[in-house]
């Protein structure tokens, strides 16, 4: 059984912070990586992806890979009211395209 | 922006009714995904669809489900007999290619079950 863990908060930071989401996967045979984001009642919007060990920056948003330790994370920086939402991390294993979700960390940026 | 439209945003139906959830991915995508998630859960996986036919499918997906691709533009789930425990929201998505996991979805059908 393939899964993906994350630890489902709230994590609450307060505005300007830096926010730090992490996973856990359990597949060593994992492929590429995913951070979505989801706001209440929306549908999953993909942030950030990565295939290969070590860091990937986007804007404010940094993803760090590492497949020895099995373990993703997403960092937020100057975070924002609007950056308040469910991050969804999720994994690909095979070239269908089929996505294994976390249940997602709630992520509450204070003003 | 080229999106995923899915209809109907919400449908209520009695329990043992046959419901059809429509999706229109993005033209010059692929792959096309059904996920539901139930409320307060995971977003899980149902059935992946590449080239007219079913690529991968979950456990979920049993016969009481199926896929369709009628024409060039939707793509459509059907429950032939709800149960309760099918009320979720329930998102199709599309992707261009689909080992690259970079998947498209829509705003979501909420079906609820009576």
């Known amino acids: 059984q393939k899964e993906v863990e994350q630890n489902s908060g709230p994590l609450s930071v307060p505005e300007g912070a830096i926010a730090s989401l992490n996973c856990t996967y359990s597949d060593r045979g994992s492929q590429s990586f995913f951070w979505y984001r989801q706001y209440s009642g929306k549908s999953p919007e993909l942030i950030m992806f990565?295939?290969?060990?070590g860091d990937k920056e986007d804007g404010r948003f940094t993803a760090q890979l590492n497949k020895a330790s099995q373990y993703v994370s997403l960092l937020i920086r100057d975070s924002q009211p609007s950056d308040s939402a469910t991050y969804l991390c999720?994994?690909?294993?095979?070239?269908?395209?089929?996505?294994?979700f976390g249940q997602g960390t709630e992520l509450s940026v204070k003003p | 922006e080229p999106e995923v439209t899915q209809t109907p945003s919400h449908q209520v139906t009695q329990m043992g009714q046959e419901v059809i959830l429509r999706c229109v991915p993005i033209?010059?995508?692929?792959?096309f995904y059904w996920y539901r998630q139930i409320l307060g859960q995971k977003v899980e996986f149902l059935v992946s669809?590449?080239?007219?036919?079913?690529?991968?499918k979950s456990e979920i997906f049993d016969d009481q489900f199926s896929v369709e691709r009628p024409d060039g533009s939707n793509f459509t789930l059907k429950i032939r007999s709800t149960k309760l425990e099918d009320s979720a929201m329930y998102f199709c998505a599309s992707s261009e290619r689909g080992y690259t996991g970079e998947l498209f979805f829509g705003e979501g059908s909420r079906l609820t079950v009576l």
């Open positions: 999720a994994v690909i294993y095979n070239q269908g395209g089929k996505l294994i």
């Open positions: 669809f590449y080239n007219n036919e079913i690529s991968e």
């Open positions: 990565i295939y290969s060990n």
């Open positions: 033209s010059n995508h692929l792959y």
